[in-house]
């Protein structure tokens, strides 16, 4: 494990300029009743945008979000300074609708003058999504993400709660492997690496990384391993996205997010590969594309897009900085500004409102009940 030093000393947080260029302008208009904007970071993680922003724009106030209860620690510590500006919770990102409801109900309860006492809550004016894995859990040996050494076949983004890696390689089935293996990690062998796994736990569950890296060895082809980088790294990919259910929560979140923001707010997401990239530009795509069925003469209000794309395509960091951070290099970066009110997205959504609740031998395992939800302030509570 390595040592736990302080988060700001071992993370360079990705675009994290131009990140801070795209919501500044929303955080800096003027609010009604002198209210101060919300900056809502959905990942955390070791705060270094969110640093970045509570500087940029000194009215903002954060509600920062983690699933990971190390993040939420290392991050207090690093916003310290910042005071009553923060509020962070442990949670996940597609639970932003309670956060918000919850967060803001604190708040009314100090001040009662708070839109949210009146029962209408106010929306929020810049939320940021930086997908992925974090270099605080790839420094961690022991929570199983790094392929690179054995560890413990973990890979849970909060361990307090759900199924393992190992639970996932010992109990689902070849098909449900092989699916895994191929969507999430696209890899070409997927089919022949759940076949081994299945034949292999037979002798004995597995447990740490060494034993699947070294089955991966067999399993995929010299040739393929000569140009396909280390065997492990599909398989990983993979595993990390399935017991962490992060499509799902994403696809749950990104609707909900622009559910929370205020016209004039901005959503921004920084996704790490392609099957992110797609969910969240096909979500974004849809609500800045007007909805009049063809031949009507006059878009109807309700018609009218409600999102405007403030990045042209998926912007991608530049090559100076990918020479500094080699884990920049797949992000790619999509902001749309909320343009007019709409119904709630969240329940419109194609798959309901449900919750993301793979891997799918756990159903309600992965989700961080609101009753274990942990807000935390960097301030005592009552002297904001
Ligand atoms: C790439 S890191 C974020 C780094 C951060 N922007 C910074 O500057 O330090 C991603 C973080 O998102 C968290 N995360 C991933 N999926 C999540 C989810 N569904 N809900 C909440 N947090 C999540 C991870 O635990 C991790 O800490």
Redesign the pocket.
Request: charged residues 25%; without cysteine.
């Given at each position: 494990m390595t040592e736990r030093t302080g988060?700001a000393g071992r993370?360079v947080?990705?675009l994290?300029d131009r990140i801070v260029e795209l919501l500044a302008p929303a955080l800096s208009r003027p609010l009604p009743d002198g209210e101060r904007p919300v900056y809502v970071?959905?990942?955390?993680?070791?705060?270094?945008?969110?640093e970045a922003v509570l500087t940029a724009c000194p009215e903002a106030r954060l509600v920062g979000?983690?699933?990971?209860t190390e993040?939420i620690r290392l991050?207090a510590e690093r916003l310290a300074p910042f005071g009553d500006r923060v509020t962070l919770v442990h949670?996940?990102?597609?639970e932003i609708g309670e956060v918000l409801a919850d967060v803001l109900a604190d708040r009314a309860a100090d001040r009662p003058d708070d839109r949210a006492a009146a029962g209408a809550t106010p929306g929020v004016q810049a939320i940021?999504l930086?997908?992925?894995?974090?270099s605080?859990?790839l420094d961690e040996l022991d929570r199983g993400f790094a392929y690179r050494v054995d560890a413990p076949l973990d890979m849970r983004?909060?361990a307090t709660t759900g199924p393992t890696a190992a639970d996932v390689l010992n109990t689902y089935d070849a098909a449900e492997l092989t699916r895994v293996l191929r969507t999430y990690g696209e890899e070409r062998f997927a089919a022949r690496i759940a076949k081994a796994v299945v034949r292999e736990r037979e002798r004995a569950p597995f447990t740490t990384s060494a034993r699947l890296v070294e089955l991966l060895r067999d399993a995929i082809p010299a040739a393929s391993q000569r140009t396909g980088g280390h065997p492990g790294k599909r398989t990983f990919q993979a595993l990390r996205i399935e017991v962490?259910a992060?499509l799902a929560?994403?696809e749950v979140?990104v609707p909900a997010a622009v559910d929370a923001l205020a016209v004039g707010g901005r959503l921004a997401v920084l996704s790490y590969h392609s099957l992110e990239d797609r969910l969240v530009k096909q979500a974004l795509a849809a609500g800045a594309t007007s909805t009049a069925p063809p031949g009507l003469p006059v878009e109807l209000p309700e018609h009218r897009p409600f999102l405007r794309l403030v990045t042209r395509g998926g912007e991608e960091p530049t090559e100076a900085e990918v020479a500094e951070n080699s884990r920049a290099a797949s992000a790619r970066l999509r902001v749309a500004e909320r343009t007019r009110p709409s119904g709630p997205l969240a329940e419109r959504h194609p798959a309901g409102p449900r919750r993301p609740d793979r891997p799918h031998r756990a159903p309600s395992a992965n989700r961080t009940p609101a009753a274990s939800r942990r807000t935390s302030s960097t301030h005592p509570k009552g002297t904001r």
């Open positions: 988060a993370h947080p990705v994290r970071d959905g990942t955390l993680g070791m705060g270094g945008h969110a979000i983690d699933r990971d993040a991050a949670a996940r990102y597609d940021l930086d997908l992925g894995v974090s605080l859990q983004m909060d962490n992060e929560s994403l979140a």
